[in-house]
């Protein structure tokens, strides 16, 4: 969907999240898929680590290519 939200935001100034929202939910494809576009007001809470038995249950598997970008989390 990457490109097809690209598209539908190319050439315009940004005013507002919700204008963003708008464009994002504007993009659809060729065979019928259609973006759904949400804003969340939620306050995150930066430096929050993961905790041991969460690691435990949930192992990551970095890409051996780009192990910064792309990864697995794999549910036990």
Request: charged share 20%; proline share 5%.
């Given at each position: 969907?990457?490109?097809?939200?690209?598209?539908?935001?190319?050439?315009?100034?940004?005013?507002?999240v919700e204008m963003v929202r708008d464009l994002i939910a504007?993009?659809?494809?060729?065979?019928?898929?259609?973006?759904?576009?949400?804003?969340?007001?939620?306050?995150?809470?930066?430096?929050?680590?993961?905790?041991?038995?969460?690691?435990?249950?949930?192992?990551?598997?970095?890409?051996?290519?780009?192990?910064?970008?792309?990864?697995?989390a794999r549910p036990q």
């Open positions: 969907m990457f490109p097809h939200v690209s598209r539908a935001c190319e050439g315009v100034i940004f005013d507002s504007q993009a659809s494809t060729k065979t019928g898929l259609k973006v759904v576009a949400t804003i969340i007001d939620a306050v995150y809470e930066t430096g929050r680590k993961a905790t041991k038995a969460f690691r435990e249950q949930m192992p990551i598997i970095f890409d051996e290519y780009l192990p910064q970008w792309n990864y697995v």
